[in-house]
T-cell receptor, first 115, second 113 residues
Framework: EPEVTQTPSHQVTQMGQEVILRCVPISNHLYFYWYRQILGQKVEFLVSFYNNEISEKSEIFDDQFSVERPDGSNFTLKIRSTKLEDSAMYFC?????????????FGPGTRLLVL | KQEVTQIPAALSVPEGENLVLNCSFTDSAIYNLQWFRQDPGKGLTSLLLIQSSQREQTSGRLNASLDKSSGRSTLYIAASQPGDSATYLCAVRGSYNTDKLIFGTGTRLQVFP
């Protein structure tokens, strides 16, 4: 069964460093998402992406964040200058987008620790 | 602003019991609602999606119902098994014009043999 994959599974970085989190969505999906979950808190929406542009973003998704689909298969989240509070599990998700197939399928996550 | 709440926060039951997990949302104007399970330190596995026009969806031992007018959804798990132990999350999508899912805090379920 097709699934969303994410790399790396864990990343440790120093405050102020740039990180890039990578995702490979399900191949025929058109909509891509990033969410995050700070330890012990709710899963929170960051951004959605469709047709090579951001379709929606949350207040969390400030200028420090960017997303890109550099080729036909990868979808990346870049954090330019990480802060301690960026430590969280980051989930990528994708969906087909048609009305009967709007389920968002999530990847296993990247656990980011900012020191 | 949509708020999603799940009760109880934690539940421990013996194997074989039928159980109900609850999800409440404050704004009844939703587009769909999705139930997930999350295993410790892992990603989210989609269980069921209910469109706003539907009353329930079934998959195996799982049945999810939706009552939009009262802002509630329930996830019914029949004949629970230790393998069902996980955190169960519900998430609502507010409208056709928004992609984002708004998640509840989850119910941590433990099924013991």
């Amino acid at each position: 069964e097709p699934e969303v994959t994410q790399t790396p599974s864990h990343q440790v970085t120093q405050m102020g460093q740039e990180v890039i989190l990578r995702c490979v969505p399900i191949s025929n999906h058109l909509y891509f998402y990033w969410y995050r979950q700070i330890l012990g808190q709710k899963v929170e929406f960051l951004v959605s992406f469709y047709n090579n542009e951001i379709s929606e973003k949350s207040e969390i998704f400030d200028d420090q964040f960017s997303v890109e689909r550099p080729d036909g298969s990868n979808f990346t989240l870049k954090i330019r200058s990480t802060k301690l509070e960026d430590s969280a599990m980051y989930f990528c998700a994708s969906s087909d987008g048609t009305q009967s197939l709007e389920t968002q399928y999530f990847g296993p996550g990247t656990r980011l620790l900012v020191l | 602003k949509q708020e999603v709440t799940q009760i109880p926060a934690a539940l421990s039951v013996p194997e074989g019991e039928n159980l109900v997990l609850n999800c409440s949302f404050t704004d009844s104007a939703i587009y769909n609602l999705q139930w997930f399970r999350q295993d410790p330190g892992k990603g989210l596995t989609s269980l069921l999606l209910i469109q706003s026009s539907q009353r329930e969806q079934t998959s195996g031992r799982l049945n999810a119902s939706l009552d939009k007018s009262s802002g509630r959804s329930t996830l019914y798990i029949a004949a629970s098994q230790p393998g069902d132990s996980a955190t169960y999350l519900c998430a609502v999508r507010g409208s056709y014009n928004t992609d984002k899912l708004i998640f509840g805090t989850g119910t941590r379920l433990q099924v013991f043999p």
